[in-house]
């Protein structure tokens, strides 16, 4: 089965930084996309970053100059370079990603932003 393992959460300052990564394993014949939603309490999830294979990374305008996607193909994974952390940031972070033609979401990361 297709896994998708997610690590780099934690609580930071305001203005501070990490590093998501999500690692796609398993039997795995084609990624399309890989990327990141996010979700804070009773709150809807929404779309943070995307990766789409064979094209261009996007991401919400709300992110857009501090977070940062990139992808390793060799690896399957796809990172999110957070910076200038805030405390609206906070959220459970979700990888998703389509492989073989069907979506799968990791279990999620825990983001806080305070202080």
């Known amino acids: 089965q297709v896994q998708l393992v997610e690590s780099g959460g934690g609580l930071v300052q305001p203005g501070g930084s990490l590093r998501l990564s999500c690692a796609a394993s398993?039997?795995?014949?084609?990624?399309?996309?890989m990327g990141w939603y996010r979700q804070a309490p009773g709150k809807e999830r929404e779309l943070v970053a995307m990766?789409?294979?064979?094209?261009?990374?996007n991401s919400a305008d709300s992110v857009k100059g501090r977070f940062t996607i990139s992808r390793d193909d060799a690896k399957n994974t796809v990172y999110l370079q957070m910076n200038s952390l805030k405390p609206e940031d906070t959220a459970v972070y979700y990888c998703k990603a389509i492989i073989n033609w069907a979506d799968y979401w990791g279990q999620g990361t825990q983001v806080t932003v305070s202080s």
């Open positions: 398993g039997s795995i014949f084609s990624i399309n996309a």
């Open positions: 990766f789409a294979s064979g094209g261009y990374p």
